[in-house]
């Protein structure tokens, strides 16, 4: 096993131009490398006695559930507006231009429950912040924000400074 | 552990009137049965020596990683076009009305290797079959697709017939 940041790959001017975009298909594509990100996360959040994992689609959707049973947790998706199938509650946020709205099925999460909320990378932190609202609305104590890749100098941590960050590779 | 089938949720009308919507989410929240479910799908592919396995975005992405972690392989996404930052490969394929299409990265499976699919879900088995072709388009060889879900009704497995079919939950 190397070092998972050479199994990152950086995509010059993706999405738009001036933008790096930081390529994680080589890391998942690697078997070592998809496990050692997913076990070092899980490590990290082994003693917080986790109920439910929380992961954003769509990227949030891959090391959510492989952490969550390592942790012996449930797995929940939050989505897109329109996805899911049952009630939900909702949580809009701005964007650069615009607004998002991400939604949670409002039986996911049990009052008091302890909830991991899982992406891949940490950018302004703006949806990760909008999905702990949308877990401390249905009652849950967001017990930590785990990522595989966080951006530093876009400062996500800010709009997130109430919570337990974790992030397997920094890039400052 | 009960039957992972009472783990399924019948939400009827979504997401259109007189289409019955099989919601997994009761399943993937409840521990015992999501890593009862990854296990399943794991162990019936366990002999057949899967290099790389594909999910397609974005529930195909809950369970390819954990799938994968099993059989120690790879995972690889399949999006839809513009989410991939990479150079692709695409297919386009018949929905009811109109077409879709799906990519994959170019640099995502070599020649030979054994590849499994994981959807959570088949129905009638367009998208399935749509990954299937991209995967053999990069010379992988298909060495089975995996679901959660077989709606049988709905006779997917026509359109899959050349390939290898595993599903826990059989509705006829």
Known sequence: MGNLEELIRDIPDFPKE???FKDITPLLIDPAGLKESVDKISEHYTNKKIDVVVG??????????????NLNAGFVPIRKPGKLPYTTESVSYDLEYGTDTVQIHNDAIKKGQNVLLIDDLLATGGTMAACCKLVEKLGGNV???GFLIELSFLNGKDLLKDYDLFSIIKYS
């Open 143 to 145: 017990a930590g924000c």
């Open 18 to 20: 001036g933008i790096i």
């Open 56 to 69: 954003a689609e769509a990227r949030g959707f891959i090391f959510g559930p492989p952490i969550a049973i």
